[in-house]
């Protein structure tokens, strides 16, 4: 009996605190402030991204403030202000806020995480992964993804009804095989990864995660007394691959592929990993090399599909531009030729400024958000104390009239030679902008261009209209999985 309440009066005080505490703390400063936006999310049908859109378009200000729980937010509209919170005021801004627990192995040990030091130090020995060289090199890998997917998707009626998620299957297995290799001597398909499941599971925006997510960012010291795990069901399972495959690979090195898992076993034979300039270690073990793949999952495999996804249902809608990319797409298909090269992909320049326009309209990560780790002053001149979080709309960005005339029309010449200079900085920040900007963005728009060439070399769309009213309730992205198009064998 005390027991519950002791706990009834917890939640009473929470629900006091939540709806009490810095309620005009914007007011006070004379910034615009609108009702708490986890209120607006939880309580209402749409996306975080949809939200903040609404918000957005509602004031005609440099900035609105808000609160999420019980901390104060900023949505910024300004884009010197964006500026300076992605890249020229990086030290007071590094942080993304969320919080994880030492005993949830996956999360804690995350490039994409908290922790200055670890973030550093990881970014610097991460990054050669993704040059273009080892892109060049991997691209053998990514090519044969690609054609195992158009023949997937050839001999599945079930796929070519459900494009999202042949899609999906296509970038998690494209993942797979650049994480841990393919073995070219063999016939089978990439597409058939055991990690599709997980894959699956890890991304569906389930009400447990959602209030996981919740509350650790409303109530961060709650979330850390019940050790909750952001990715605790698949720790086991993802660990245990890791490093069944780095022992196999450590016992036979004749088995070595080219992919990240070989980077990773090289990086693990010079030692411990030291940052030069702070002196700061961190020991390369199995669990941070599994925490590093399975987050490369986690960020690249829904956005790269949707990606996809997204680019596929504009082409359907617009088939003057999807007959004019068909061209450009057949043009590098001489009689006969079997396999793309890295070189045939990068010629393909109006492939690019069509997928910009796709994630221009449709960012597959709408909702950016930094938290304050020292007090600063923004560009707009407003003041930004430390605790205090920054909210990057960039949905609402990316559709404001201001930046982009006509923001709803999808037109892909806004990122042809001609006018790419009238792209304002940081108004298209699909993969984020500065020093936290997503470290997979060239290793995704090879395999979403590589992916899509192949498809579009076999198959055309039926003509459609596409305009959703409402996006899947996600708390960050923007995703609609059950939207669908026609795929038409093409006769080449
Ligand atoms: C179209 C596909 C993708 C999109 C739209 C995308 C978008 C983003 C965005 C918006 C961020 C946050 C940037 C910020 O906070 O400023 C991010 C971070 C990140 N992404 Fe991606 N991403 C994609 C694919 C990938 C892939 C394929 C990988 C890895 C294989 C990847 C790995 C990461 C990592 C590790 C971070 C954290 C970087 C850091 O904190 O330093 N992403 N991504």
Known sequence: MLFIILITLCVVLFIIKFRTSNKNYWRKKNVIQVDDLMNKFFFGNRSMPEVCKTVYDEYDAPHIGTTMGTTPMLMLKNLEDVQAVFAGDFQSFYSRGIKTNPCDVLANNLLFMEDFNTWKLL???LSPVFTSSKLKSMFFIIEKCARDFVELVENNQSMRDEPFTASYTYTTGSIGASVFGIDTQTNSSTMDSPFL?????????????????????????????????????????????VKSVM??????????????????????????????????????????????????FIAG????????????????????????????????????????????VEKLQYLDMVINEAMRKYPPIGFIQRI?????????????????????????????????????????????????????????????????????????????????????????????????????????????????????????
Not at 432 to 445: F, Q, S
């Open 197 to 241: 499941d997980m894959a699956w599971k890890s991304l569906e925006p389930t009400t447990a995660t959602n209030i996981k997510i919740f509350i650790s960012n409303v109530f961060p010291k709650l979330f850390e007394l019940l050790r909750f795990k952001l990715f605790g069901d698949y720790e086991d399972f993802f660990v245990g691959v």
């Open 123 to 125: 970014r610097q020995k």
């Open 247 to 296: 022992e196999e690979r450590r016992r036979d090195p004749t088995k070595r592929r080219h992919g990240f898992i070989e980077i990773c076993l090289e990086m693990q034979k010079n030692g411990v990993l030291e940052d030069p300039t702070t002196g700061f270690q961190l020991e390369p073990t199995d669990e941070l090399v599994a925490a590093q793949a399975f987050f490369f």
């Open 372 to 492: 304050c780790t020292k007090d600063t002053v923004l560009p707009s001149k407003v003041r930004i104390e430390k605790g205090t979080g920054i909210i990057i709309p960039a949905y609402a960005i990316h559709r404001d009239e201001r930046f982009y005339p006509n923001p709803d029309e999808f037109d892909p010449e806004r990122f042809g030679p001609n006018n790419i200079a009238d792209v304002k900085k940081y108004s298209f920040m699909p993969f984020g902008e500065g020093n936290r900007v997503c470290i997979g963005a060239r290793l995704a728009r090879l395999q979403v261009k590589t992916g899509l060439t192949w498809l579009l070399r076999r198959f055309t769309l039926g003509e459609q209209r596409y305009a959703p009213e409402r996006f899947e309730r996600s708390s960050f992205g923007l995703r609609d999985p059950h939207a669908r198009y026609d795929l038409i064998p093409r006769n080449v």
């Open 301 to 344: 495999a829904d956005t790269t599909a949707n990606t996809i996804h997204f680019t596929l249902l504009e082409l359907a809608s617009n088939p003057k531009i999807l007959n004019k990319l068909h061209e450009e797409i057949d043009s590098i298909f001489e009689p006969g030729k079997k396999e793309l090269t890295y070189t045939d």
